[in-house]
């Protein structure tokens, strides 16, 4: 411990310490202890003001206070908030009577300090004098500052962090001692400060607060909170230190404000930033469907194009969405808005006036003091008008959900929007590091839940099964869905999606390695959901420790199936406290596991039929890529060569059937049913012919109860690569945006007269292919949205085929 020190301060539970001293060489210093272990080193203390010279502080008295309550928030990690701490004040005095405050609060779980100034005039930040000085430094993770703070968490030696010239951006992950970790980052920035980058000296171990930008100082002034999370990984991400170092709310009544997930069109659409009232209506579609509560309306809406006319439109949009229960956000860049609160609530009273219930706001990526009060007057703004918020492109959080309870996520993250440009870009390890940092600080807006392109392309870092946890790892306000309407409603986890809460009451981390695995379990009422991600392939042995003793729970388990393209789910009845689950993870997979008292949820089917286990003249192929279910394809296909697949269904009913395919050129298939007509259908382009080029498409079949056989082939083209087919039980048989059978088309209308064919598409930009009833191309004819087709035709046998960017439809006609 400091000789001597000043004052001191320990934790509610006795086993953090804070000492302050005062040096002739070092000024005025503070020093962390935990279980005895000095955690950080003597640390430098002090601001410099162009108005006034602070230096020379002089130790007048100090004070302890105990700090303990509890409250709610909308959102959060766990209900309710505990703050528990104990604050010393240590007032200084400066050169000509100048008063100085320090504020330092020891929680069990970590330290804080701030400034407070009083009693002087206005003035210019000149400097920040304040230092972190890690005692026993092991290891150190830390992102490259970017005003976005779009990047990754990356292990860095020393000499790589001091030459980061531009700084870290926070929170900063250290290893020290034992299994002790410091999480370095700050609280409660407001427009009294700028957002500060963390700097290291050339010292090792010794990091420093760099503000962005110019700071004027408006006295008297209290700085944000510098933060030292300091014990195990489960402490440091289990806490709420960052948001109880907030004040709160100036008022109790934020019963308007409502978490939830929504539906979003920017992410299922893959970013192409398409607008159209028939696409916006697929996913509020796909909201009401799933009990979702939200639709984000992104970028484009105030545009008048694509048939889409602007404000008009949107408002048609919010209606239809209020009919289905379903809700809306606007998205809006900042730079719409000026810093003056009245034009702020003039544009947002005007979106409330339409129906809309809030705003995601993009493009703020500046940390400045000018920015941040920007920051304060729209929260402001939005409060008064009952409007939740979004932040996009933003600062990352410091604990303001305190104080602006409607804020219901940040982005701040390198997240799952970086999938709809760069497929391979988001490894297994960087989406394990932010449930150890980013995540921790505060709600995260990462867009999880990526399956495949709009196009069907599978191709991506990660597996389903790890996309699939995420949702449970990581805490969100709102939770937005990344993926399209149709991959989740085609999915073995569509209806385990519809039970995600956003919303949580205990928070455990249970295991981490930063960077290998992470397994997070979190309870709502008295369900839990555990989810885990791993780097490399590994078994998740999953201790059931964490639950009430002499109950029985129910585990539904949605997991890795035999590739990453595949979940599949797993019942486990009769499990309780004291039992151990083990799941194999897969490379860069995942799994996640509900706890229930019930035994009634749901428990979907579904079947896998691997193409390489048929009877056919294909040649069965090995997947280099382990890509493949099995590593296994058949090439080859067509001309006469089919798979002949025998499948067998329990029930009546409706199926969704996945096709998983590869091929590098466009190329049609034949699906032919029970030996009935072979309906012919095109395969986009994947890319290639191997696992690495893996796509999907699906359609619809209604089967009875039995054994039945479905046949896919060419007669006289070469038909795709195929890894696999799989059933699975719909369990809605609405059919919104999944290609369907004959027995529903509900965007199209083809009408025949003697040998005339008219087709006219109800939605977007259409693609109509005539087949010969052989396979062969008759003729392509691509048609603008609105436009109609009329074909005076031989008379004859056709397979009209005709596809959007969303759905396809086929039927036989004749003329």
Aim: negative net charge.
């Amino acid at each position: 411990m400091a000789q001597n020190p000043l004052a001191s301060v320990s934790s509610p539970d006795g086993k953090l310490r804070i000492d302050i001293a005062q040096t002739d060489g070092q000024g005025t210093t503070y020093e962390v202890y935990k279980n005895g272990t000095q955690l950080i080193a003597p640390s430098r203390l002090g601001l410099s003001i162009s108005s006034s010279n602070l230096s020379n502080l002089q130790y007048s008295t100090s004070s302890v206070t105990a700090i303990d309550e509890s409250y709610s928030l909308p959102t959060g990690k766990v209900d309710p908030y505990t703050n528990s701490c104990n604050e010393l004040k240590v007032e200084f005095i400066g050169s000509l009577g100048k008063k100085i405050n320090i504020y330092f609060r020891a929680y069990n779980e970590g330290a804080a300090l701030r400034y407070e100034i009083d009693g002087i005039e206005n003035g210019q930040l000149s400097e920040e004098s304040t230092e972190i000085n890690v005692a026993q430094l092991e290891s150190v993770w830390a992102q490259k500052y970017q005003k976005s703070y779009e990047t990754t968490y990356d292990e860095r030696s020393w000499s790589e962090m001091v030459s980061l010239t531009e700084g870290m951006g926070s929170p900063v992950l250290v290893k020290t001692t034992g299994d002790t970790y410091l999480l370095l980052t700050e609280a409660y920035n407001t427009g009294a400060y700028a957002t500060s980058k963390l700097i290291a000296h050339s010292t090792t171990g010794s990091f420093g607060f760099q503000p962005v930008g110019t700071v004027n100082l408006v006295i008297p002034f209290l700085s944000p909170w510098r933060v030292i999370m300091a014990g195990t990984l489960a402490e440091i991400v289990e806490s709420t230190l960052i948001e109880n170092l907030c004040n709160a709310a100036s008022t109790d009544d934020w019963s308007w404000v409502k978490p939830g997930r929504a539906s979003w069109n920017w992410g299922g659409e893959d970013a192409d930033n398409v607008i159209s009232y028939d696409i916006a209506t697929e996913y509020v579609d796909m909201a009401a469907h799933m009990g979702w509560e939200y639709f984000l309306l992104d970028d484009g809406w105030e545009s008048t194009r694509d048939n889409w006319n602007g404000a008009e439109d949107t408002r048609r949009i919010i209606d239809y969405a209020r009919s289905q229960s379903v809700d809306v956000l606007l998205w809006a860049n900042q730079n719409k808005f000026s810093s003056d609160p009245a034009q702020i609530k003039s544009i947002l009273n005007e979106w409330k006036s339409w129906g809309a219930k809030g705003v995601k706001i993009d493009f703020w990526e500046d940390d400045s003091q000018a920015m941040i009060k920007k920051y304060d007057a729209f929260m402001q703004a939005a409060a008064e008008l009952q409007l939740v918020v979004d932040l996009h492109g933003c600062t990352r959080p410091s604990g303001l959900r305190r104080q602006w309870p409607h804020l219901l996520t940040s982005e701040a993250v390198w997240g799952g929007e970086l999938y709809l440009g760069n497929r391979v870009k988001l490894p297994a390890s960087h989406n394990i590091m932010l449930v150890l940092t980013r995540n921790v600080v505060g709600p995260m807006d990462y867009t999880p839940g990526e399956f495949a392109t709009k196009w069907g392309s599978v191709s991506q870092l990660t597996s389903w099964a790890h996309q699939v946890a995420l949702f449970t790892l990581y805490e969100s306000g709102v939770q937005c869905y990344v993926d399209r309407p149709d991959h989740y409603r085609n999915s073995i986890v569509e209806s385990f999606l519809k039970s995600i809460p956003v919303v949580w009451d205990e928070t455990r981390l249970l295991e981490a390695s930063p960077e290998s695995y992470v397994t997070l379990a979190r309870r709502k009422g008295s369900e839990w959901f555990v989810a885990s991600i791993a780097d490399q392939p590994r078994t998740w042995h999953l201790s059931l420790d964490f639950l009430d003793a002499g109950k029985t729970y129910y585990g539904y388990i949605y997991k890795d199936g035999g590739c990453k393209a595949e979940i599949a789910f797993e019942y486990m009845p009769n499990l309780s406290a004291g039992q151990t689950i083990d799941i194999p993870i897969l490379e860069e997979g995942g799994a996640t596991v509900m706890l229930s008292e019930s035994p009634n949820l749901p428990k979907p089917w579904q079947k896998t039929y691997e193409a390489e286990e048929v009877r056919t003249f294909g040649k069965k192929e090995t997947d280099e890529a382990h890509l493949c279910s099995g590593d296994k394809y058949v090439s080859g296909l067509g001309r006469g060569n089919r798979l002949p697949f025998t499948v067998q269904v329990d029930e009546d009913g409706d199926y969704a059937l996945t096709l998983f395919y590869m091929t590098d050129t466009d190329r049609n298939a034949y699906l032919a049913v029970d030996g009935g007509e072979k309906l012919y259908y095109a395969f986009a382009s994947s890319g290639g012919l191997t696992g690495s080029h893996l796509s999907m498409k699906a359609l619809i079949l209604s089967l009875q109860a039995g054994e039945h056989s479905i046949e896919i082939g060419n007669e006289n083209e070469l038909a795709p690569n195929f890894d696999r087919i799989t059933l699975k039980k719909v369990v809605d048989s609405t059919t919104s945006g999944i290609e369907s059978l004959p027995d529903d088309k509900p965007q199209y209308a083809i009408k025949t007269w003697g040998n005339t064919l008219h087709v006219a598409p109800q939605s977007g930009e259409t693609t109509c292919t005539l087949f010969t009833l052989d396979g062969r191309v008759h003729s392509r004819h691509n048609l603008a949205a609105g436009e109609e087709l009329t074909l005076v035709l031989p008379h004859g046998y056709y397979i009209v085929n005709l596809n959007t960017e969303h759905n396809a439809y086929s039927q036989k006609i004749i003329l």
